[in-house]
T-cell receptor
């Protein structure tokens, strides 16, 4: 069965320091993986996606994620946090396991301290 | 392009009332879906459609109906609202089978 686990419900970092949001998945088939961001009281926006091309994926706003098959991980990183990054982030997986339905993680709330 | 348009943005219902959440997209996407978002649970798929005239159930379909008479529109109906349906609802359309989702801005529903 396919699943996705976001390992932290909240992450708090200081402005200007690196961001790491962790995501692990399980899938019997080659997955597609996505990170979405949701700012307060807003809809969701795609940050980046992995669909079996390069394992290091660059997204918008300086975010990137690395697909590591051996670790079944797809962690989201950013070298230097900005106040505008404060939001909730969702890791999403899709594969033949679920007939390509998207399976959503529970979300990680990113808090930026000034 | 308007993208995905959802209405209404806010709605308060009494238990047992019915209502329809409207969703329209102008990107000619075949795949559309409805999600509900509850605190600490991510997004859960209610119903989806792979094209006009075709709908199917997602993870949490009970209490909801959908129809897809055109490519553009995908309304979600609550037949008899219950307090457990208090949630934020998102409509999304998808660009291709494993492509990007485009979301509406959400509809916040409260059932008293």
């Amino acid at each position: 069965a396919q699943s996705v686990t976001q390992l932290d419900s909240h992450v708090s970092v200081s402005e200007g320091t690196p961001v790491l949001l962790r995501c692990n998945y399980s899938s019997s088939y080659s997955p597609s993986l996505f990170w979405y961001v949701q700012h307060p009281n807003k809809g969701l926006q795609l940050l980046l996606k992995y669909t079996s091309a390069a394992t290091l994926v660059k997204g918008i706003n300086g975010f990137e994620a690395e697909f590591k098959k051996s670790e079944t991980s797809f962690h989201l990183t950013k070298p230097s946090a900005h106040m505008s990054d404060a939001a909730e982030y969702f890791c999403v997986v899709s594969s033949m396991d679920s007939n390509y339905q998207l399976i959503w993680g529970a979300g990680t709330k990113l808090i930026i301290k000034p | 392009n308007a993208g995905v348009t959802q209405t209404p943005k806010f709605q308060v219902l009494k238990t047992g009332q019915s209502m329809t959440l409207q969703c329209a997209q102008d990107m000619n996407h075949e795949y559309m879906s409805w999600y509900r978002q509850d605190p600490g649970m991510g997004l859960r798929l209610i119903h989806y459609s792979v094209g006009a005239g075709i709908t199917d159930q997602g993870e949490v379909p009970n209490g909801y109906n959908v129809s897809r008479s055109t490519t553009e529109d995908f309304p979600l109906r609550l037949l008899s609202a219950a307090p457990s349906q208090t949630s934020v609802y998102f409509c999304a359309s998808v660009q291709g089978r494993t492509g990007e989702l485009f979301f509406g801005e959400g509809s916040r529903l409260t059932v008293l």
